[in-house]
């Protein structure tokens, strides 16, 4: 097989070149769908390690790790909703302006697969059949967390 495999339309040579290209937004990406940064390294860490053990399988290890990261988020969220309310942390030493804040306030408020259809398609930039494939959902039923999910935010930011 040949050594580079595609990553969202570009060519690694190696997992050292995808891992330093893609962790960081592996991690944002985590860390809109959780809140903290400590759990979004972690998860996004996680993901990493996943495609690495399966570097020779995978056909595109971008989509394959941001599936992981929202499969991550989606099992800490669980982990915490039984173990006890979360507060998401504040944010860091970066200032973030008030728009940010409210947006990133707005997501936290909504059900999850509402917050992970958002935040792939707004934040990511993927299209409606991008993510119901990665989500494995009809293209009809990620339309529709778009809509619901959009028309929360605005009644919470209204």
């Given at each position: 097989?040949?050594?580079?495999?595609?990553?969202?339309?570009?060519?690694?040579?190696?997992?050292?070149?995808?891992?330093?290209?893609?962790?960081?937004?592996l991690a944002?990406?985590?860390?809109?769908?959780?809140?903290?940064?400590?759990?979004?390294?972690?998860?996004?860490?996680?993901?990493?390690?996943?495609v690495l053990?399966?570097?020779?399988?995978?056909?595109?290890?971008?989509?394959?790790?941001?599936?992981?990261?929202?499969?991550?988020?989606?099992?800490?969220?669980?982990?915490?909703?039984?173990?006890?309310?979360?507060?998401?942390?504040?944010?860091?030493?970066?200032?973030?302006?008030?728009?940010?804040?409210?947006?990133?306030?707005?997501?936290?408020?909504?059900?999850?697969?509402?917050?992970?259809?958002?935040?792939?398609?707004?934040?990511?930039?993927?299209?409606?059949?991008?993510i119901a494939?990665?989500?494995?959902?009809?293209?009809?039923?990620?339309?529709?967390?778009?809509?619901?999910?959009?028309?929360?935010?605005?009644?919470?930011?209204?």
């Amino acid at each position: 097989m040949d050594e580079s495999l595609a990553i969202d339309g570009r060519e690694a040579k190696s997992f050292e070149e995808f891992f330093a290209d893609r962790f960081a937004p592996l991690a944002r990406l985590a860390f809109l769908l959780t809140g903290s940064a400590a759990v979004a390294d972690e998860i996004a860490q996680d993901a990493c390690e996943q495609v690495l053990r399966r570097w020779s399988d995978v056909s595109f290890p971008g989509a394959y790790a941001r599936v992981a990261v929202v499969n991550g988020s989606r099992a800490w969220g669980r982990r915490q909703a039984r173990s006890s309310a979360y507060v998401p942390e504040p944010p860091g030493p970066v200032m973030l302006d008030s728009d940010a804040v409210a947006v990133r306030a707005a997501l936290a408020t909504l059900p999850s697969t509402e917050r992970e259809v958002l935040v792939l398609r707004f934040y990511v930039d993927l299209t409606v059949d991008d993510i119901a494939r990665d989500l494995k959902l009809p293209s009809g039923t990620v339309k529709s967390h778009i809509h619901r999910g959009l028309l929360r935010m605005q009644g919470e930011l209204s």
